[in-house]
């Protein structure tokens, strides 16, 4: 099982609502997880602590502190070094100019049209259709 519990609006001033007690944790599989996203402001589940694991009746309890800021900064992170790794594979030095070869098995896979024509096989095939 996994649950992740976030009620609360720190606006409010007030520490977050228990949602999950110690009865709750004992009546779930042990090995269930939980991501207690309130924790910052007291937690929504008994016995979270900020920016640890613990463990109580073989339930884990995860209190990130500020999730949503580490998400989306980890997907930018991730896409942006996938997108320069992309340019860096193509980008002739030589020239200074970003090459389109259309043998490239991953040209192949991102590149849908060139010079006006639609090159993508998959994309070629819903137009067809």
Known sequence: ELGCCHH??????????????????????PGSVIIDMAVETGGNVEGSEVDTIVEIEGVKILGIANLPGRVAATASQMYSANLGNFVEHFW?????????DQEDEIMQGALITHNGEIVSKMYKNIMNK
Do not use: F, G
Request: cysteine-free; hydrophobic content about 40%; proline content about 10%.
């Open 8 to 29: 609360h609006s720190p606006a409010l001033r007030r520490p977050a609502p228990r949602l999950i007690d110690h009865t709750i944790l004992a009546q779930m599989r």
């Open 92 to 100: 002739d030095k030589e020239n200074k100019v970003l090459t389109v």
